[in-house]
């Protein structure tokens, strides 16, 4: 056993007082949060003098096996759950007092209720958490989850994305208001379908972040990875270089504690080379011939990137004549060392369905029409929105609204009530 690996189990073994279970397995996995590589550290104890069933689809673990996860780092716990009406130390035994209840996820986050994470949806059974910044939600940020049994014991503890404490926040006075976006807003209307017997179709603003300079801003996604945008149009005569035949799927990354140690960087944030963007267009331009043989000049290229062991290629529709091929996108897997092929992904049948309800653009006066009546019902809600071009969290104002409009009869309605 790996020194860290013994320092971590010890520590887990000390603070939950594990003397009833056995170690029975554990391994190192490594994230994508943001723009950062984290690691995680999970375990599987098994209660002393259990037996562990091994069947021909897996491996069933005994009732009482207690799962533990934690950031071999900060050593916060990231999972807890208990298989069964298990009772191990430092953990109450009954969690329906709120005052309990904070007190011991404060304990085990390290964070502060109101100032590191605020409740998001609760009930009997469930409380979602969310991380914030002096009350104040970021986007992405960190979910925490806890599930009780009905007798208000511990079934699990789950925790992910960047803890709050970590963030780099820009903190600002929040000044948007509806009036200095309008115009944006007014863009923001989409059309919908519903299935109540009576309307077709329904209107709605979409949940948008706006900047209190006034602009549009998309979060970044949890799964920060390299992207190269190439933006070129496959066009080809005669037949292809190459036939490329389909290779199976590789198994996923062996992570050590070497790695935890050296912070190792995730292989997704490496940069793609402009030689290795050279080889996959060689690569996917067979492919697409072969696949598509009567599309030339019909492809486009748009985005390259890491999704280890692989590289991912993104491809859309190079002069779109209808909804479907605007919307339609196929993405094809090469292994990112020899550039085999792995998959190719269309996903036409899925906008094929939706094109017979996907309404056309609305006119000016028609979104003036709708935007009107929304507006006494559109939201602007503070909220941290992490910026990759800058690497922080900066104030922007969310755009939403809990009401549609029914253009059939010129209603304001409730969008649960749809």
């Known amino acids: 056993m790996h020194a860290l690996t013994k320092q971590l189990t010890e520590y887990m073994l000390e603070k939950y007082q594990l003397t009833d279970y056995v170690l029975y397995e554990s391994s190192y996995a490594r994230h994508k949060l943001n723009d950062q590589t984290v690691y995680s550290f999970e375990t599987f104890w098994i209660p002393r003098g259990a037996s562990v069933i091994e069947e021909e689809d897996g491996t069933m673990l005994p009732e009482g096996t207690v799962q533990i996860t934690i950031d071999p780092v900060t050593k916060r716990t990231t999972t807890l759950s208990l298989h069964g009406p298990n009772s191990i130390h430092s953990v109450p035994d009954d969690f329906r007092d709120p005052t309990t209840r904070m007190a011991w996820i404060e304990s085990e986050t390290d964070m502060i209720y109101g100032t590191h994470f605020m409740l998001e949806e609760e009930n009997d059974t469930f409380f979602s958490y969310v991380s914030c910044h002096e009350g104040i939600r970021l986007s992405p940020g960190c979910f925490i989850h806890l599930t009780l049994t009905e007798n208000g014991q511990l079934d699990e503890l789950f925790l992910y994305g960047p803890h709050p404490s970590d963030h780099h926040v820009k903190q600002e006075p929040f000044a948007l208001t509806l009036e200095d976006i309008d115009s944006l807003a007014k863009q923001q209307i989409k059309r919908f379908s519903y299935t109540k017997p009576g309307h077709q179709y329904a209107h709605t603003v979409v949940e948008t972040f706006m900047t209190q300079e006034g602009s549009i801003l998309v979060p970044s996604k949890l799964d920060f990875t390299s992207s190269i945008e190439v933006n070129d149009v496959l066009s080809w005569t005669g037949l292809p270089s190459k036939m490329h035949e389909r290779y199976p799927y590789q198994s996923g990354e062996t992570v050590t504690a070497n790695d935890v140690i050296t912070q190792t960087e995730h292989p997704d944030f490496r940069p793609i080379s402009q030689e290795t963007v050279n080889a996959c267009h060689t690569v996917i331009k067979d492919i697409i011939q072969n696949e598509y043989p009567a599309d030339s000049g019909q492809w486009m290229i748009r985005y390259i990137y890491r999704q280890h062991p692989y590289l991912a290629v993104k491809l859309s529709r190079a002069h779109p004549t209808s909804y479907v091929d605007q919307q339609r996108r196929v993405t094809i897997l090469l292994d990112e060392k020899t550039l085999d092929w ?10 094929t369905v ?10 000016d006066d028609q979104q003036d029409v709708i935007f ?7 939201l602007l809600t503070p909220r941290y929105v992490f910026d990759v071009s800058k690497g922080h969290y900066v104030l922007c104002g ?21």
């Open 342 to 351: 792995i998959s190719l992904t269309d996903d036409q049948e899925l906008h």
């Open 354 to 363: 939706f094109a017979s309800v996907t309404a056309p653009e609305l006119e």
């Open 372 to 378: 009107n009546a929304l507006r006494p019902y559109l």
């Open 398 to 418: 969310l755009l939403d609204s809990n009401h549609a409009y029914l253009s059939a009869t010129n209603e304001v309605v409730l969008l649960r009530d749809l």
